[in-house]
């Protein structure tokens, strides 16, 4: 074996080792690029809702849906903000948040479950919520005597 193939050996062992790093920072890349998505898909989910503001209102004064299809559509308004929340959560648990975006999500799930009008609602959706966010609400002011 001649310099030159050693050289040559050389080379491809170290465009190897560089490969083998660029796909594992690529596959890295690409994993944290998939978990904002759920939360978007979550979020976009929500915006459908929140152009409904007489219904938002009626929850947060606890004044009773005047149809079937207020009462649906009041659900899953607030089965979606908690199911934002959730996906949020998700994250806090992953060490994805700060500590501004913890707070900020700590506030809204606070906000929203004190609203009158939620707690009709909120027997449903307890059991799909996480450990995470039913911690913040006993955690909260609102269920202390």
């Not at 596959?27 to 152009?51: A, I, Q, R, S, Y």
């Amino acid at each position: 074996m001649s310099y030159a193939d050693l050289i040559i050996v050389g080379i491809t062992l170290v465009l190897f080792v560089v490969l083998g790093y660029k796909i594992w920072q690529n596959k890295k890349l690409m994993l944290g690029t998939t978990k904002p998505k759920k939360v978007e898909t979550t979020e976009d989910f929500m915006h459908d809702f929140v152009d409904q503001p007489e219904l938002w209102v009626k929850l947060a004064k606890g004044i009773p849906p005047m149809s079937p299809e207020e009462d649906a559509s009041m659900s899953l308004m607030v089965g979606a903000a908690f199911q934002g929340f959730n996906a949020q959560c998700s994250q806090y648990e992953l060490g994805e948040l700060d500590d501004s975006e913890v707070q900020a999500l700590r506030e809204s799930v606070v906000r929203i479950y004190s609203m009158p009008g939620v707690k009709k609602y909120w027997d449903d959706i307890q059991p799909d919520m996480s450990s995470c966010m039913l911690r913040f609400i006993d955690e909260s002011e609102i269920n202390k005597p």
